[in-house]
């Protein structure tokens, strides 16, 4: 596609249910970042996937959070047993090769639990 | 690790002046930084890109330097314009992309 598409765009959860974010990178690109960003703060890191393999998860705030990109290109964020603090704007970006070619990022997808 | 800040954190000027944003860094060991835009509710759309060997980049309206060995960028936005409302974020690619917390603008008509 023409730029990073996101799914869904709002997310309504109950406290305890599991989620599932979408993310479709820019057809080609290596590189797949997944940022979570909380209202009034800049985007914080989670993880990184270069084709399918997961090179950093260190940004994963605790077990209950869990991606992959089993094709090397789309990738799913999974959040298990959400809980309040959960509730946040989930940004994926692409890039072409690595981190010295830029980013892309979706339009993101804002997740709130109730 | 890593620390980006970014000055001021909000920002509102009158439709036709022009403006700088800040950025510094505490690690100059980065590939690049970007500059991004977001609008409420929206994700994030790349201005510019600097990459570490140079030191600025432009278009249209905008002006980003990027001065590594002091750890510092500027954002130059010339003659504003309401449409340029919106929180600018600046971020340096390490071993991941840093953020910082960004500066809200406010182009009054």
């Known amino acids: 596609g023409a730029g990073v598409s996101q799914s869904p765009r709002y997310k309504v959860a109950k406290r305890g249910q599991d989620v599932a974010l979408r993310c479709d990178p820019i057809?080609?690109?290596?590189?797949l970042f997944w940022y979570q960003q909380a209202l009034g703060q800049g985007p914080e890191f989670l993880t990184y996937?270069?084709?399918?393999?997961?090179?950093?998860k260190s940004g994963l705030p605790s077990d209950r959070f869990f991606a992959e990109r089993p094709e090397g290109s789309v990738s799913t964020l999974k959040i298990q047993r959400t809980q309040q603090e959960d509730s946040a704007v989930y940004l994926c970006?692409?890039?072409?090769?690595?981190?010295?070619?830029?980013?892309?990022f979706g339009q993101g997808t804002r997740l709130t639990v109730v | 690790k890593q620390e980006v800040t970014q000055i001021p954190a909000a920002l509102s000027v009158p439709e036709g002046e022009n403006l700088v944003l800040n950025c510094s860094f505490t690690?100059?060991?980065?590939?690049?930084l970007q500059w991004f835009r977001q609008d409420p509710g929206k994700g994030l759309t790349s201005l510019l890109l600097?990459?570490?060997?140079?030191r600025e980049q432009t278009s249209g309206r905008l002006n980003a330097s990027l001065d590594k060995s002091s750890g510092r960028s500027t954002l130059y936005i010339a003659a504003s314009q309401p449409g340029d409302s919106a929180t600018y974020l600046c971020?340096?690619?390490?071993?991941?992309?840093?953020f910082g917390t960004g500066t809200s603008l406010t182009v009054i008509p």
């Open positions: 971020a340096v690619a390490g071993n991941q992309f840093y």
């Open positions: 057809s080609g690109h290596v590189s």
């Open positions: 996937f270069q084709n399918e393999a997961q090179l950093d």
């Open positions: 690690d100059s060991a980065i590939y690049n």
């Open positions: 600097i990459q570490s060997s140079q």
């Open positions: 970006a692409s890039s072409f090769r690595s981190l010295d070619s830029g980013a892309f």
